[in-house]
């Protein structure tokens, strides 16, 4: 099992103690959000690079609409080049809302197929101009973005919604089945575990953890580390699930699961 974190920076001093702190923890991948409301994930994951030597470095992810395919070529190829080739390239085609985020930048949205052919040009751009290419990592969530995505992606995120249940992960990792023969590996992103969840999800969408567990939200853990690591085992097993994704909120609540994964690695 590979584990990623979702960090945002507060500050620089706080920002280079937190990535030092993940790689310390045992965190694989640091992973940061592209939104206008974040700090920029290029420049934030160069000053993380700079104060690390092994964990990996990744947008979480890109919205493909918001440059234009050189831009992120250009970026990529710097952070690959500073990162000593940690770079990992997370990118997708954009979530709804970050429609009024390309207005904002003088950038045109297009249609989902507009933007799906825009996301296969830009990785196809990466690949071909940059030395090393970074794994691509790509989010995906409706059967067409993950029947696109089967055909170019290293890694699927699978972008599920805060209610998605196991068996619709199981669905949506079927969908990516059909459409390759590549063993295509999955991350998975956690939104509670125990009694905890981020701000976002209680306060902005107004869950609460009760309510998940009801719908069976695949996305809430058992505050139980062992039950935690089973359910993330079998599903390392039966559909490829082998990252998980911890929001930076919930890093302490995870810590124990993530102790016994690095117990068992030993």
């Given at each position: 099992m590979k584990f990623g974190i979702v960090v945002t920076p507060r500050s620089g001093a706080e920002w280079a103690s937190a990535a030092k702190d993940a790689e310390q923890r045992g965190y694989r991948t640091i992973l940061l959000p592209d939104t206008l409301n974040?700090?920029?994930?290029?420049?934030?994951?160069?000053?993380?690079?700079?104060?690390?030597?092994?964990?990996?470095?990744?947008?979480?992810?890109?919205?493909?609409?918001?440059?234009?395919?050189?831009?992120?070529?250009?970026?990529?190829?710097?952070?690959?080049?500073?990162?000593?080739?940690?770079?990992?390239?997370?990118?997708?085609?954009?979530?709804?809302?970050?429609?009024?985020?390309?207005?904002?930048?003088?950038?045109?949205?297009?249609?989902?197929?507009?933007?799906?052919?825009?996301?296969?040009?830009?990785?196809?751009?990466?690949?071909?101009?940059?030395?090393?290419?970074?794994?691509?990592?790509?989010?995906?969530?409706?059967?067409?973005?993950l029947a696109a995505a089967a055909e170019f992606a290293d890694r699927i995120l699978l972008a599920a919604g805060p209610r998605v249940t196991e068996a619709e992960l199981a669905d949506m990792v079927r969908v990516v089945r059909d459409h390759t023969d590549r063993d295509i590996p999955f991350s998975h992103q956690l939104i509670g575990i125990g009694d905890r969840l981020p701000y976002w999800t209680s306060t902005r969408l107004g869950l609460t953890i009760d309510e998940l567990r009801t719908a069976g939200a695949a996305g809430v853990l058992d505050a139980d580390p062992s039950a935690a690591a089973e359910v993330l085992e079998n599903r390392r097993e039966k559909y490829g699930i082998d990252e998980v994704i911890i929001p930076g909120e919930l890093s302490e609540a995870f810590a124990p699961v993530l102790a016994r994964f690095a117990t068992a690695d030993h």
């Open positions: 974040t700090p920029s994930p290029f420049p934030a994951l160069a000053a993380a690079a700079a104060v690390t030597s092994t964990v990996r470095l990744r947008p979480n992810v890109l919205a493909v609409p918001l440059r234009t395919a050189a831009a992120t070529v250009r970026e990529t190829a710097a952070l690959q080049l500073l990162s000593d080739g940690r770079f990992e390239l997370g990118i997708g085609s954009g979530r709804p809302e970050a429609s009024s985020e390309a207005e904002r930048l003088g950038m045109p949205w297009g249609s989902a197929a507009e933007r799906r052919a825009q996301l296969a040009g830009t990785i196809a751009a990466v690949r071909a101009q940059v030395d090393p290419p970074p794994p691509v990592v790509v989010a995906a969530s409706g059967p067409r973005m």
